[in-house]
């Protein structure tokens, strides 16, 4: 059974840090790549961060790069994400995503960041 739990989300001033947490199971998780993504009420959900199965590919939304890092421990099976200078505008449910192909449109529950003053 697949299992996402996302951690680590709370409120934070404008340029402070945060480090959110996604723990996996029930896959073979250091053979996919892993992704964050991000939900702002009345939004659609976007793509924050994404890492390859070995840790050496990571890609990032534009509104986000220099001040996000995607990180993962195959061994621990979790993968992060390091936010840092956070703004107003990062505020949303943050969750973690394996490829459809292997976990279906399964997601877990979320983490909220909420960046405000």
């Known amino acids: 059974q697949v299992l996402l739990v996302e951690s680590g989300g709370g409120l934070v001033q404008p340029g402070g840090s945060l480090r959110l947490s996604c723990a996996a199971s029930?896959?073979?998780?250091?053979?996919?790549?892993m992704t964050w993504y991000r939900q702002a009420p009345g939004t659609e959900r976007e793509l924050v961060a994404q890492?390859?199965?070995?840790?050496?590919?990571?890609n990032y939304a534009d509104s986000v790069k220099g001040r996000f890092t995607i990180s993962r421990d195959n061994a621990k099976y979790t993968v992060s994400l390091q936010m840092n200078s956070l703004k107003p505008e990062d505020t949303a449910v943050y969750y973690c995503?394996?490829?459809?192909?292997?976990?279906?449109?399964?997601w877990g529950q979320g983490t909220q960041v909420t960046v405000s003053s």
């Open positions: 890492i390859g199965p070995r840790g050496v590919y990571t």
């Open positions: 029930g896959f073979r998780f250091s053979s996919y790549a």
């Open positions: 995503k394996a490829p459809t192909a292997v976990t279906g449109d399964y």
